[in-house]
């Protein structure tokens, strides 16, 4: 059951993170702040910095610290990537 629970989180949290790398800001902006996530030069994203990112996006919702996220913190998450992308739109048609 707790494998299932596993594989259930990690499918429903995979098309998030892999969705918010279209969130990378340009290459000076964010350094050291693991809530932006900056690009190299060529406009890629390092793993480094892929990780660092969702890590922090994890820690912002993992409320009550206990190393999960349960269902009400993970509906805070989706809010939460639902706000960068809204953002991001936006900012891309400026």
Not at 11 to 21: D, E, G, K, R
Request: neutral net charge.
């Amino acid at each position: 059951m707790i494998q299932k629970r596993k594989m259930g989180f990690i499918i429903a949290i995979v098309p998030f993170l892999m969705a918010t790398v279209s969130f990378a800001a340009s290459e000076n902006a964010g350094k050291n702040d693991p809530s932006v996530m900056t690009k190299e030069q060529d406009g890629s994203v390092s793993k480094n910095v892929f990780m660092e990112h969702h890590e922090w996006m994890f820690d912002q919702n993992d409320a009550n610290k206990d190393g999960r996220l349960n269902t009400d913190e993970m509906r805070n998450l989706h809010k939460m990537v639902k706000k960068m992308h809204e953002r991001f739109e936006h900012d891309q048609h400026k």
